[in-house]
């Protein structure tokens, strides 16, 4: 490519031209302030002169960039670690321990590695939850793509440690913002009803509220969590968090496998959004699929997200949309149950909407997040349907180039630096594994 | 690549150096026969004078080429034409009537697609079910690729159209005898319980036996089958068949969802090849899914498949090898069950076994159907489990190499003839929707 660098990771004015929006051909301008400033046909016409950059789309499908809406990206470290196991053997003699020898560059070697995947993959924001977060900041800082970032609030029922978690959850929300980064933001990450005690969920509602930031928690996973809440709170989970104020228009709640139709009905009345995480319900045998439809009925925004690399084991959303749709299908006994429409939404423009970076859709003012997948790969060979051919036939795979907040970050499967983010983040795990066994 | 073409689709020696294979460093020489000749540390020292090609692995991940059990390649001309359908809406107003305008030119296309995708994603072999089979013939051949191929019997309880059907059923196997191609091979194609009477299926049974040609069939997929056929013959489907001799160690029975204990046992029994379908199953809403963990008990050889491309919609095995790992720990409620090594042995070995090319090992001895997975991509760091990688992160883009029967098919992505596959498929479908909308 040899000055083509010069292109990546830079403001420009960017013409696309011939890809096919909404199934129609069309042209994409993107102005120097990174938002979409013309879309249509004819539109390479009047924008040629004036852009930096011209990027021949060859009839590509453009899409607004993925949103995951739910991983831990620095476990991209712990990829194929651990599988096959039950859920409790698997966090305390796998994950667990070899999380303890976890360093802040492994942190940021891993969440350089999950956004080079994603970026691969056609995802241009995530929602993440994890620790040593100042290190995950730096690793999405260089990366270039949209994160929200929170630290895993975990106090155990103990006064002194909530104290400790409610610093590190401010320490994060101040960095972030002093940072002035758009494409950064931060989040309360209260971890579960299992691991938080009320007064940590109210206090992070409480903070979430003040700094007007989000609220990122896992919800109602296993059938055990709502047993056990109901026996130690005597109602169930999402009640609880509705007494804590933690059921907020500006909330994530990831997994919602087990919820009722009255946490359904509670969720959408709040406005929460609640991320599917279908390719790890699988793999831990959840044993119930998140109730889309009746969330959809009641209002709640519907999004999609990975999980982490340890229990998925990978990032990429078009798998996740594809696995989303069999997965509704399968358990609520439906072929006609989320629709291909209804997952790429999922992906797309609610999952930006949950993350508050604007519409996911392909539209004049919108900020510039834009992939473009090939057509001439034969999962989109005959084109009867793209949609269906986005959701059931490709996997990221497809995805040749990526653009996030006016920047290119992939271009025709070229992305720079890319070597230097596997190698380290290969070493980085290496060296991790290596200090776990001579503990 | 200019005269790089020269080294495609033709029959030589080749050292492939530098791979890893069952997790160790190792060398691969092919003779010109198409038979590993020899695998380890070192044969690259002792053969590299021998060699006619040498492909430098660059240490990239060897396997047996992957076997597609159950498919029905030409439906690839009908990917994404519909879907979220109910399963006999989706088949009498969408399928069979776009079916029902297909050439011998449009088989002959959608299966060079398919084979092509299946080439891509490391599949060297498949075993197909269609109609104007001699087109399908044609196309395995140029493509390069192994398949056993079937005409799909269908009697509808008719003794004219049964005597039809036997003859489309021999034509094909003496059409595939007359071309004396090992890669090629027959078998009876009776398509199932409800659309073959007793007749057709002993008559099937009868033939494969004489013909020594193996037998592929669908069963049990939905409940409706089951509860039919006890209705109409006061037995279970796998008794049914077991009746008619259609259960022997070279049939192929997909599907096999709603099987009960007893017929576990009896398929076992038989030594029945069973092809599980999980994307098709979850896709189409089977509601139950294949019992692998008693079909392994019952020692029957349990293999994977994609089915065809309208119910799927893709044909990457590396997708359903993580599937059918994550439906069945789901579906049984038991994270332990199908774990990563079970699933690519069901992509690998069993199916090799099942269709009757080799070992599916990648020993001295075996045919050389070999595939290379790259190493310096995302999916494969960091490199913990080999087999974990290959089966819960990987897609088939991550194959770079694709050898079969000792012919190198795809060489670090190349596909010599792609694009003219990609544009002749696309054609005869947009063709196809044009007559059958004219009609």
């Given amino acids: 490519m040899g000055d083509m660098d010069n292109i990546f990771n830079k403001r420009q004015s960017i013409l696309i031209a ?58 991209s470290l712990l990829r194929g670690y651990a599988d096959d196991m039950i859920l409790q053997d698997w966090l305390s003699q796998k994950i667990w321990p070899l999380e303890a020898h976890l360093t802040g560059s492994d942190v940021y070697w891993g969440t350089r590695l999950a956004c080079l995947e994603m970026i691969r993959t056609g995802t241009t924001a995530f929602n993440d939850m994890y620790f040593m977060m100042d290190e995950a900041v730096r690793a999405v800082d260089e990366s270039g793509i949209r ?16 104290e400790a978690e409610c610093k590190a959850t401010e320490k994060l929300a101040f960095q972030i913002r002093s940072m002035n980064n758009p494409r950064i933001k931060a989040a309360a990450g209260p971890h579960a009803i299992y691991t938080v005690s009320p007064e940590g969920l109210t206090w992070c509602a409480e903070f979430a509220k003040e700094q007007k930031i989000a609220i990122h928690i896992h919800l109602s996973e296993t059938e055990k969590e709502i047993n056990d809440c109901i026996a130690q709170h005597g109602k169930r989970p999402a ?7 933690i059921l ?15 946490e359904c009905a509670l969720l959408g009345k709040r406005g929460v959004s609640v991320s599917h995480n279908p390719a790890s319900n699988m793999k831990l045998a959840t044993n119930r699929a998140m109730p889309v439809r009746q969330l959809m009925a009641a209002g ?28 509704q299908k399968f358990f609520w006994n439906d072929p006609t149950v989320l629709p291909a429409p209804a997952a790429l939404a999922m ?79 290969a070493q980085a795990a290496r060296e991790l594994v290596s200090r776990s066994q001579s503990a």
Same sequence: chains 1, 2.
């Fill in 300 to 327: 709640a925004n519907t999004c999609l997200g990975t999980d982490g690399c340890a229990s998925n084991n990978n990032l990429d959303m078009f798998e996740e949309m594809k696995t989303a749709a069999l997965l």
């Fill in 18 to 75: 011939n890809v096919m929006v909404d199934g129609k051909p069309a042209d994409i301008f993107v102005n120097d302030g990174g938002t979409l400033a013309a879309v249509g046909e004819g539109v390479r016409g009047q924008y040629k002169g004036e852009a930096d950059l011209v990027i021949d789309g060859d009839e590509a499908i453009a899409l607004p960039g993925l949103a995951n809406t739910h991983t831990h990206a620095a476990m």
């Fill in 147 to 162: 994160a929200v970032l929170s630290y895993g609030f975990i106090d155990l029922f103990n006064a002194e440690k909530r």
């Fill in 347 to 425: 992906a797309t423009s609610n999952g930006a909407k949950a993350l508050g970076f604007g519409t996911g859709t392909l539209t004049v003012g919108a900020p510039a997040d834009i992939v473009l997948i090939s057509v001439s790969t034969a999962c989109n060979i005959p084109l009867h349907n793209v949609t269906s051919n986005l959701v059931y036939s490709c996997s990221g795979s497809a995805v040749e180039t990526t653009i996030c907040d006016g920047r290119v970050l992939m271009l025709n499967r070229e992305i720079p630096g890319e070597d230097e983010i596997l190698t380290g983040a």
């Fill in 239 to 245: 009640a609880l968090l509705d007494d804590c104020g």
């Fill in 248 to 262: 907020t228009p500006n909330t994530i709640a990831a997994h919602c496998c087990w919820l009722d139709d009255a």
